[in-house]
């Protein structure tokens, strides 16, 4: 994929670029944006196109930055690019078009495509899809910070999406654990399980919720949980303890409960059965 700016800048003149195009050496894919055609045609060049001929303060947004920054498989057929407000363009199809202003911070180069930088995109990309919290939680295991991902998402409160986003950042926090136990509680409650104490205390600690006959705990995570080293050798401290005392520990996390409740609740029938 090249643009004539950069076919003048190789060296090439605008005829030489007609012939190129007239020949069927290379194809033209929108103004001023072409693809040399000896290759296939990958979802990496359909990306370009659609960003490239928004000229060039256009960015790519939403899934299309996901799947270009490796945070999400697939790409996604509509490609979604955000451009200045006042910026000039029209998107062609298969292009969705979002105008506004983005910060500095919130923009990078990465192979040469302009593209939402990794925590805007991480917040953006998560509300684009039904299961979009599996986005978050993966890219809080491996890539960003809770902090980063919440400047992000308040350097661009009001933008599509944002509520929900603002949703899943509150279930990454910590406070996560509140909100997460009263989806667990209710899932017991629907399901018609008794038996259970919230707030059980086993070997000084407190287990999120407890079958004292079956000896079976169980701890809900936030998004994102363990993220840090300390955190993460408290808990399996906590957690062997809890074990040694002849329990068996389940960990559903915020993604489990509301994402696969019905798998949470079989296992949990399960657990208390034996």
Same mark, same amino acid.
Not at 96 to 113: F, N, S, T, Y
């Given at each position: ?13 605008? $005829? ?5 195009? /007239? ?19 990958? $979802? ?22 996901? *799947? *270009?920054?490796?945070? !999400? ?22 292009? /969705? ?8 911070? $919130? ?19 998560? !509300? ?21 991902? *919440? ?25 996560? /654990? ?17 038996? *259970? ?64 409740? $019905? ?12």
């Amino acid at each position: 994929m090249l643009t004539l700016d950069q076919a003048r800048a190789a060296g090439l003149t605008k $005829d030489a670029v007609t012939r190129r195009v /007239r020949s069927g050496q290379w194809r033209r894919c929108a103004r001023g944006v072409y693809f040399v055609d000896d290759r296939p045609f990958t $979802d990496a060049a359909r990306i370009r196109v659609a960003v490239w001929s928004l000229g060039p303060h256009a960015v790519a947004s939403g899934l299309a930055a996901g *799947w *270009w920054h490796g945070i !999400t498989q697939f790409a996604p057929q509509t490609v979604e690019v955000t451009m200045p407000r006042n910026a000039s363009g029209r998107a062609q199809k298969g292009v /969705r078009l979002r105008r506004r202003d983005l910060a500095p911070q $919130d923009i990078v180069e990465q192979g040469g495509l302009r593209v939402t930088a990794l925590p805007l995109t991480v917040i953006e990309a998560a !509300t684009r899809i039904r299961d979009g919290a599996k986005i978050m939680d993966r890219a809080l295991q491996r890539d960003v910070e809770l902090p980063e991902l *919440w400047r992000a998402h308040m350097r661009n409160k009001g933008r599509y999406g944002s509520p929900a986003a603002r949703v899943l950042l509150q279930a990454a926090s910590d406070g996560a /654990r509140s909100p997460a136990e009263r989806i667990l509680i209710r899932l017991l409650r629907e399901a018609g399980i008794v038996g *259970w104490e919230a707030n059980y205390p086993v070997g000084g600690y407190k287990v999120d919720v407890a079958f004292p006959r079956a000896k079976v705990a169980i701890e809900v995570d936030g998004l994102g949980f363990h993220s840090g080293s300390d955190e993460f050798h408290q808990d399996r401290v906590r957690q062997n303890n809890i074990i040694l005392l002849r329990w068996q520990v389940l960990r559903f996390t915020w993604l489990d409960l509301t994402a696969y409740p $019905d798998r949470v609740i079989a296992i949990i029938r399960a657990a208390i059965r034996v």
